[in-house]
């Protein structure tokens, strides 16, 4: 057994020790403890580092909040930096810390002796950071006590050089909290649990990591992540070179490469690799024992043992999967409210903003409700009409409020074809049948936009749903749907108008009840919003560049919700070069 220490399981004691030190309440024992940990793993000595940097920005926050708020204030900083200035005059240029890149080639050795240079190097923090501390607290308690947290403030003045940040998510939801909205920046030793959808970080140094549910991570360094379980893909571009994805029991480190990481709940990790190599380190074994992975190598590490596994390169994720982005709705005068303006797709790894009148419209043919005989969906004080009237109200415009809804549904997708028509004495399928007003080509990624009114009382991730072919031919078949591109839960939605509800005296046996019968208005009290999935007709089973005329629409029938479909609509074929 080697005496390296995981420094993931160490790091609470090394904060305790510190604090200790800090306090000036830490016996001989635990100066030897600390010595022990410092010596013997430069990753604790990072860990330890930046522990304590910490503490001097916390001082660094405590004296500018302080300055702002008290004239006194003066002369703690004074203190301060004549403390600081002191405690660095007796450290060697070898041992300044004023950089991160320096303090980390710093720690890249093992260090040759005892605790005292150590000592040294954060003397200042600590001197300096009870000075402050002890000014601070007897002359400003009462003016911070409405104010954020000191890790708060200290997170938030961190620099850009430091920033880890979320480049782009899919569907990403977090547990206990929200995920951030694309651009922002994650914290520093802080826990995130995906539990649905994928994530994609930015390190400072260029590595992007692609995570996708259920996954467990804690960012612990500029150059390294913490995969406690779960799943992530990393490509580490020129310059990045020795980024570290850490996992329970091993420490994978980049050599130049795209690698894959598997984590399971015991620990056992599984490494793929891509391109170029990647250097593996059971963190029970001696640096003598490190596993060198190049392109097309894979193997598995559990419980101290390594094994060769099938290189399986599915496994490594590239890019997020297409989808639709995000949509806008027009919001400057209250007749335009809850429209469709414009929604960006991305086909291919590419995202494309398509304009609402770029986009192909639709014609109901079919449509026959289940028991929610509330099938209409109009703006409030507009008059539904009806024949011709009402379905050229509901079918050409783009508002995400106003709509058919609540079609009838199956447990059972579609294996033949739909009955829209009584010409063959069979009942009615139920569900809605809609005819693009053009035909759309299947090209790579999303080809429809489907557009859905919840509540938060209905499902969280949008209410399922089956699409099928008009006419079934060999190879194609059904596709359900049962999580949506933007849910409830995705900054992305957005907020609906209220609007009126058309509930019918009878169920809706045919588009021509629904166009034609009689019904009551109906105000829900709720709010809802509008969320959206794509739908690509391959997962239907149409070739490449297949036209296709019209799609049908079913309810899952999961639960007593039926889906809302407010607005679809097809994408343009756009020629590429060289077609």
């Not at 607290?137 to 938030?156: F, G, M, R």
């Not at 209409?376 to 008059?383: E, F, P, R, W």
């Amino acid at each position: 057994m080697s005496q390296n220490n995981n420094p993931h399981t160490s790091r609470p004691r090394l904060e305790e020790l510190g604090s200790a030190f800090i306090d000036r309440t830490i016996t001989q024992e635990e100066i030897e403890e600390l010595d022990f940990l410092l010596r013997d793993d430069s990753r604790n000595r990072i860990l330890f580092l930046r522990y304590m940097d910490l503490q001097s920005e916390m001082v660094n926050v405590l004296v500018r909040d302080s300055d702002e708020k008290n004239a006194k204030a003066d002369s703690v900083f004074d203190w301060a930096s004549t403390l600081a200035e002191y405690a660095a005059s007796r450290q060697t240029s070898s041992q300044t810390r004023t950089h991160q890149s320096k303090r980390e080639s710093a720690v890249a050795t093992p260090c040759q002796g005892n605790l005292a240079p150590w000592i040294v190097s954060v003397a200042s923090v600590a001197v300096s950071l009870m000075f402050a501390i002890a000014f601070y607290t007897t002359q400003s308690v009462e003016s911070i006590k409405n104010e954020p947290t000191l890790v708060q403030q200290v997170v938030a003045k961190k620099t850009d050089q430091d920033l880890v940040r979320l480049s782009d998510l899919a569907g990403a939801e977090l547990f206990n909290e929200m995920a951030p909205a694309k651009g922002y920046s994650l914290q520093y030793q802080h826990e995130y649990a995906l539990v649905n959808g994928m994530m994609s970080l930015i390190f400072p140094c260029g590595a992007e990591v692609i995570l996708e549910a259920p996954s467990v991570i804690e960012i612990t360094d500029p150059m390294q992540l913490l995969v406690k379980a779960g799943k992530c893909s990393v490509h580490a571009p020129d310059g990045a070179e020795g980024f570290q994805v850490i996992t329970p029991q091993t420490e994978v480190t980049d050599l130049g490469t795209r690698f894959s990481v598997s984590v399971d709940e015991g620990g056992n990790t599984e490494v793929q690799v891509i391109e170029g190599a990647a250097e593996v380190r059971q963190l029970d074994k001696n640096d003598s024992e490190k596993v060198l992975l190049k392109e097309k190598q894979a193997s598995r590490f559990d419980g101290g043992e390594s094994s060769s596994v099938d290189f399986t390169p599915s496994q490594y994720r590239s890019q997020l999967p297409d989808r639709i982005v995000g949509f806008h709705l027009a919001n400057e005068s209250q007749d335009s409210k809850g429209k469709l303006e414009s929604v960006s797709i991305q086909h291919a790894g590419v995202q494309r903003l398509y304009h609402v009148d770029e986009l192909i419209g639709v014609e109901v043919i079919h449509f026959r409700g289940g028991n929610n005989t509330s099938n209409l969906s109009t703006h409030i004080g507009v008059s539904a009409g009806e024949g011709d009237a009402r379905r050229a109200a509901l079918e050409t415009d783009a508002f995400l409020h106003t709509g058919l809804i609540n079609p009838g549904g199956s447990r059972e997708p579609l294996t033949q074809d739909p009955v829209m028509s009584h010409a063959d004495g069979k009942e009615l399928t139920l569900g809605m049948a809609i005819r693009f007003r053009e035909p759309v080509v299947n090209r790579p990624g999303p080809d429809v936009v489907f557009f859905e009114l919840q509540s938060a009382m209905n499902p969280v991730a949008g209410d399922g749903f089956h699409v099928s072919p008009l006419k079934f031919q060999p190879n194609l078949r059904s596709h359900t749907v049962m999580r949506y591109d933007i849910t409830l839960n995705s900054p992305e939605a957005w907020a609906l108008p209220d609007f009126e509800l058309m509930q019918f005296d009878s169920q809706i046996q045919s588009l021509d009840d629904l166009l034609n019968g009689t019904f009551e208005i109906r105000n829900p009290a709720m709010s809802f919003w509008a969320i959206a999935v794509s739908i690509d007709f391959s997962d239907l089973g149409y070739a490449d560049n297949s036209i296709v005329e019209g799609l049908f629409f079913q309810d899952v029938m999961d639960d007593e919700h039926f889906i809302d479909p407010v607005f679809i609509a097809g994408l343009p074929f756009e020629q590429e070069e060289g077609e």
